[in-house]
């Protein structure tokens, strides 16, 4: 089956649908759900999101502060436009979390994509510099866990990007809107799983020659970020929506 609409998960109700409909994966039924006259920009703040706001501008501050206090080179811009692409990445899945009613889910999904657009600008940006960073100061590929981490997380977003934007926008390329929608809980997983590693291999960075003696960036600045936006994050997850076993 071919449409012309974009496709939404089917629409709830808050008031009328059965408690599971909103309950999130920790904390109280309802604690995420977006009233239906409030503003999207409210989902960025409401439940468990603001420790995540916190550990997103911990994040940033963090990173910029220790790039920015010391000399500039070309490649000062890998870690400036990564980290700034993971607090894009958090603002993208913050918005549209709370969502529920299908007009809701539309307009979010419209500011998620471009929080995306953003920040997939910012991680390939990010990935060009150090390519050709490398290349030009004749130093070899591949010299740490972190890079590897870095490919793999390179990858997955570029997938996730690819299919996120297409079972949305193009549907009939899956075959039609019902399996294009069928396929939104993958990519619900495997986004959190992105952002998490995002975080794991920003903490590698701090164990980097020029993270850790460099650059002066510290790990536990970075790790208390980073469970600041796991626990204000994950929370909020709705169970029934990435249920993909059963
Ligand atoms: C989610 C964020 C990040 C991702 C996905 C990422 C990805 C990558 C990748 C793929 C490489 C390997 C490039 C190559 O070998 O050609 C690399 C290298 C590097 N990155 Fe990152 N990076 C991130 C954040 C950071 C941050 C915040 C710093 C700053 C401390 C940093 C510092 C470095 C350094 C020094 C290298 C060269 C060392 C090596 O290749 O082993 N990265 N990164």
């Known amino acids: 089956m071919t449409s012309t609409n974009p496709p939404t998960d089917p629409p709830t109700d808050r008031s009328a649908a059965p408690i599971t409909e909103h309950e999130p994966l920790l904390g109280r039924p309802g604690d995420v759900a977006q009233r239906d006259e409030s503003m999207l920009a409210r989902n960025l703040i409401t439940g468990t999101a603001p420790l995540a706001q916190v550990g997103g501008v911990m ?4 990173v910029w502060g220790a790039v920015l206090s010391h000399s500039w080179m070309v490649f000062s811009l890998h870690p400036l436009l990564n980290s700034l692409g993971v607090f894009l990445s958090l603002q993208a899945i913050l918005v549209l979390q709370p969502t529920h009613t299908a007009d809701q889910k539309r307009r979010g999904t419209y500011v998620h994509a471009a929080f995306n657009g953003l920040a997939a600008l910012s991680f390939f940006t990010a990935l060009a510099i150090v390519i050709w960073h490398k290349q030009h100061s004749g130093i070899p590929h591949f010299e ?3 890079a590897y981490l870095g490919i793999v997380i390179y990858s997955l977003l570029f997938i996730q990007a690819f299919v996120g934007f297409t079972q949305y926008f193009v549907p009939r390329i899956y ?3 019902d399996n294009a929608r069928a396929i939104y809980k993958y990519h619900r997983v495997s986004g959190y799983i992105i952002l998490f590693l995002y975080l794991v291999n920003i903490t590698l960075a701090s164990k980097l020659r020029y993270g850790e003696k460099f650059i002066h960036l510290k790990t536990w600045g970075v ?4 469970v600041l936006v796991v626990i204000g994050t994950y929370p909020r997850i709705k169970k029934q929506k990435i249920q993909i076993f059963g």
């Open 223 to 226: 790790v208390v970020a980073g």
């Open 144 to 146: 740490s866990v972190h």
């Open 175 to 177: 075959g039609g809107v």
């Open 59 to 62: 994040l940033v501050v963090t």
